[in-house]
């Protein structure tokens, strides 16, 4: 018997291993640092302690200040790959950085490779690789798909004051010409189909000129995630950041900056910085569920 238990501990080991293997074949590193950089930080918020989401957010984020902005890191010749890049991010890149940073934290683990799992698991539909479709590049469908398999919840709709858009996301289509993927017919065509259900979109948003009032400000917690509602025709949200409060409670901006050319706690409070954007009209709230 002991034997029995023995050779099926071996097999469930050995099948384990190999799916490792495999997935591991489809991640692409900016450099050798990328899985000792992820591990000194895990190690960091492991030995913090934190346990709540949000502030464990805030803890990676002010880790990562500082990090240069490199936009269009994703991007690859071929097929699609998990990218680790942790020296370098967008405003994209870094909210999923720091989810797969405090969700790896919260699992109670503290390898690169669990955090690449978690990664993967926010940045495709899913939670898997397929193709450059398969990245959820339309943050309202990032926010609907992770929703429905509870990773996040947006409470924008529940904070007082909400307003709601309606908008179709053809934004990238539209654009082929700036998307090297989608010359690739069948990764447009793809990228169209799943387009398609967002025609006519109707998403809640919260008025920028409201942020600063105290029933909004109420609702807010560190670490959650604001998406930056656009004005541009065909997309929803052009930038992304997380907030955190500074000592007496009021809300900053962090995140990666394209005009600074790095990871940034903005010094503004969040209404002022919002003011200053004109192409932004509010804000999608987005929280990690515990």
Same mark, same amino acid.
């Given at each position: 018997?002991?034997?029995?238990? +023995?050779?099926?501990? +071996?097999?469930? /080991? ?7 293997? $495999? ?29 709540? %989401? ?9 880790? &990562?200040? !500082?990090? %240069?902005?490199?936009? #269009?890191?994703?991007?690859? @010749?071929?097929?699609?790959?998990? *990218? ?5 991010? @967008?405003? *994209? ?11 790896? *934290? ?9 955090? $690449? ?12 690789? =397929? ?29 007082? !004051? ?5 908008? *179709? ?7 082929? @010409?700036?998307? %090297? ?9 793809? &990228? ?8 006519? #979109?109707?998403? %809640? ?17 560190? !670490? ?8 541009? =025709?065909? /997309? ?12 007496? !409670?009021?809300?900053?901006? /962090? ?9 940034? &706690?903005?010094?503004?409070? /969040?209404?002022?910085? +919002? ?16």
């Amino acid at each position: 018997m002991k034997k029995i238990f +023995l050779a099926t501990a +071996l097999l469930l /080991l050995s099948t384990f291993a190999s799916a490792n293997a $495999a997935s591991q074949q489809w991640m692409r590193f900016h450099c050798g640092n990328d899985t000792t950089i992820i591990n000194q930080l895990l190690k960091k918020g492991y030995d913090s302690n934190i346990s709540s %989401p949000g502030d464990l957010m805030e803890f990676y984020g002010k880790e &990562l200040i !500082g990090t %240069p902005y490199v936009a #269009h890191t994703l991007e690859c @010749d071929g097929e699609e790959q998990l *990218t680790i890049n942790i020296e370098q991010l @967008d405003c *994209t890149t870094f909210v999923e950085t720091l989810y797969a940073l405090t969700r790896t *934290t919260l699992n109670g683990r503290y390898s690169w490779r669990d955090y $690449a799992n978690n990664l993967e698991d926010i940045r495709y539909r899913g939670g898997q690789i =397929d193709g450059y479709a398969g990245r959820l590049h339309y943050v309202s469908d990032w926010i609907i798909d992770n929703s429905h398999r509870g990773i996040l919840t947006e409470i924008t709709s529940s904070i007082p !004051g909400t307003r709601y858009e309606t908008k *179709t996301l053809d934004y990238m289509t539209s654009h082929r @010409d700036l998307y %090297p993927a989608l010359a690739d017919s069948a990764a447009y065509a793809r &990228l169209k189909s799943f387009e398609i259900a967002y025609r006519s #979109h109707r998403f %809640p948003y919260i008025n920028k000129n409201s942020v600063g009032s105290d029933k909004v400000t109420d609702k807010l917690r560190t !670490g959650d995630i604001v998406a930056l509602v656009t004005k541009t =025709d065909g /997309l929803d949200v052009s930038h992304m950041a997380i907030i955190v409060a500074d000592e007496k !409670g009021v809300f900053h901006l /962090l995140y990666a900056s394209s005009a600074k050319k790095e990871v940034v &706690l903005e010094k503004d409070d /969040l209404k002022e910085s +919002l003011r200053r954007n004109r192409n932004c009209t509010g804000i999608r709230v987005i929280r990690i569920k515990e």
